[in-house]
């Protein structure tokens, strides 16, 4: 067996061989990527609509809520004083003209018409009383039988009693037609959409006891501090916002139709009522909101499209100079015209994403961009 003699390196001989092999890996191998390198992404690309954002004048709107009611909406009321008997409707119900609504109770009406009824016994006895002795004593007289005082003061006497007669018969006929007000019918057909009274209660004269809201054309009805209500003229649009029966929002122009100069003495408002166009599905009862602008500001506005959320972070992507979109948080207000208000994170000038072939996101780079159609929109 043969057996190899190792000799042992030398310090020097190590040191050598150590700097040669880091050579060898630091040379590669003529221009060959490194395999610890990582590939750079592909890089994503998508044709868009821009919008450049600017200063421009815009309105600053109040909000007022609103109510839509119809043109013969009325308030049923009692002409007299007494305690509901009884109530025939409820709310939602549709009623015919001249169907009964609720019945007070007659118990004093009909008192007052049975005292009535006695005075006019008496004062038609004192009637008949007056006329004998104005009748004898006229003949007397005639005859130079009594002085002529003495017949004056019984021909006076007989005019008192006529009018005594005709006032009580007067107060028989109005006591007698406070029966007829104790039965209260619809004035026209329509729906009862409240109710405020029931059996037992009390009702008084004026008191709203029951809302009647015919067919008629629908209107708004609000109440405007006197600000807005300076800003306003007969037969303008005004924009009213509701939210439909599926809860999603929407807005319609209404026309001015009234206005009431003289303001609530309580409230320190002015009633407006605005026409609703027939085509709005919209019910009577239904909450709205008012926009009434009462000044402008400047400040940007963008399309709505340009609007996007991510992770409930609700922003706009921003091209830089190499035309790359990057997301960018915005601070939202409201919406005008169908547009949105931004009150902060853009800069005029900068240009923004409004529609893409692809979705958005950051780093994505924007070729083929057009203008956008609503780059100047209205104020």
């Not at 200063?55 to 109040?62: R, T």
Request: glycine share 8%; aromatic share 6%.
């Amino acid at each position: 067996m043969r057996v190899l003699k190792l000799t042992p390196l030398k310090t020097t001989d190590f040191a050598s061989l150590l700097v040669a092999s880091l050579l060898l890996s630091g040379c590669g191998g003529h221009g060959e990527p490194s395999p610890s390198k990582t590939p750079a992404a592909p890089e994503v690309k998508t044709e868009a609509q821009l919008f450049t954002v600017q200063n421009q004048s815009l309105p600053v709107q109040a909000l007022f809520p609103g109510s839509v009611i119809t043109s013969d909406q009325v308030s049923v009321t009692s002409r007299v004083m007494g305690y509901v008997r009884t109530v025939d409707v409820h709310e939602g119900q549709a009623v015919k003209a001249g169907q009964t609504l609720l019945a007070i109770d007659s118990t004093d009406v009909t008192g007052a018409i049975n005292q009535a009824r006695a005075t006019v016994s008496k004062a038609a006895a004192g009637l008949a009383d007056a006329k004998g002795n104005y009748e004898r004593y006229q003949t007397l007289y005639k005859q130079n039988a009594v002085p002529k005082q003495v017949f004056e003061k019984m021909q006076t006497a007989y005019k008192v009693a006529q009018s005594d007669y005709t006032a009580a018969d007067a107060a028989l006929k109005q006591a007698q037609a406070q029966l007829t007000y104790v039965k209260i019918t619809a004035p026209f057909a329509g729906t009862i959409t409240s109710r405020m009274v029931d059996p037992g209660q009390m009702a008084y004269p004026s008191a709203p006891l029951l809302t009647l809201q015919g067919s008629g054309q629908k209107q708004v009805e609000v109440q405007l501090n006197s600000q807005a209500f300076a800003t306003l003229k007969l037969g303008e649009p005004l924009a009213v916002n509701y939210t439909d029966f599926m809860g999603e929002q929407h807005q319609f122009a209404g026309i001015v139709e009234r206005m009431v100069d003289a303001t609530d003495p309580v409230t320190h408002t002015h009633t407006v009522k605005i026409g609703v166009p027939e085509s709005i599905d919209v019910r009577s009862g239904n909450y709205v909101v008012i926009a009434v602008t009462v000044a402008h500001e400047t400040g940007m506005i963008v399309p709505t499209s340009a609007i996007h959320d991510r992770g409930g972070i609700r922003g706009v992507f921003v091209l830089d100079e190499q035309n790359v979109a990057w997301f960018r948080m915005v601070r939202l207000g409201t919406q005008v015209n169908g547009q949105q208000v931004i009150l902060a994170g853009l800069v005029p000038g900068e240009r923004i994403v409004t529609q893409a072939n692809n979705r958005l996101q950051n780093g994505i780079h924007i070729i083929n961009a057009t203008k956008s159609a609503q780059e100047n929109p209205a104020s």
